[in-house]
């Protein structure tokens, strides 16, 4: 009897000890509210301290949780979805899991009802249809952000709809010199030394 996945969630890790036990424990917490049948695939992408130790210390806690090994450094996310089984691929680093997951859940549900392939929310995670963004994800490589503005390009490339989100972006500080230049408002003080 073969175990159907909805969701599969993919955790690169390296060297993230501190991080990554806790993290996985959220993920398993956070999906078994959620009620959709799931595994955790924790990819080691080289990882040189007791991250390992931590994840067996896991495995009574969390059955669902896989240990598998990527490549090297940067191709976690490609070598997780290969191995993955879900409908819904979740990418996700151990160090965003330890904060709000709240997000998860509206875009995990988006893409089982098909009204996008991706969702990529910059500074916290890919969801994706596993199948449909295979593809994309085949050789991806790199990490954390950079990872998601890769996919982002590759699944526009290859027709997929795709939902981008910069949740809790802080706009850019304005560049220091900016304000020598700048008009003055009328009555602001001068802060030139006369």
């Known amino acids: 009897m073969s175990v159907r996945y909805e969701v599969s969630v993919v955790v690169p890790f390296a060297d993230d000890e501190d991080a990554i ?50 490549p ?11 191995r993955a089984q879900g409908r819904v691929l979740w990418i996700i680093d151990p160090d965003v899991a330890l904060g709000s997951l709240a997000l998860a859940a509206p875009a995990i549900e988006q893409i089982i009802a098909g009204a996008t392939d991706a969702i990529v929310v910059h500074g916290h ?27 982002a390009r590759r699944m526009a490339a290859h ?6 989100q910069l949740i809790g972006a802080a706009p850019l500080p304005r560049p220091r010199l900016f304000g020598l230049f700048a008009p003055r408002r009328a009555g602001a003080p001068s802060t030139r030394a006369g």
């Open 21 to 70: 036990g806790t993290a996985i424990q959220r993920l398993a917490d956070h999906l078994r509210l959620l009620g959709h049948p799931f595994e955790i695939l924790a990819v080691d992408e080289d990882s040189g301290d007791n991250s390992h130790a931590v994840l067996a210390l896991l495995r009574a806690q969390v059955p669902e949780l896989r240990v598998v090994h990527a």
């Open 72 to 82: 090297g450094r940067g191709r976690g996310a490609d070598a997780g979805a290969a």
């Open 125 to 151: 995670f890919i969801v994706a249809n596993r199948v449909r963004a295979l593809p994309a994800l085949t050789g991806l490589r790199g990490s954390r952000d950079a990872r998601r503005r890769r996919l």
């Open 159 to 164: 027709g997929l709809r795709l939902d981008v």
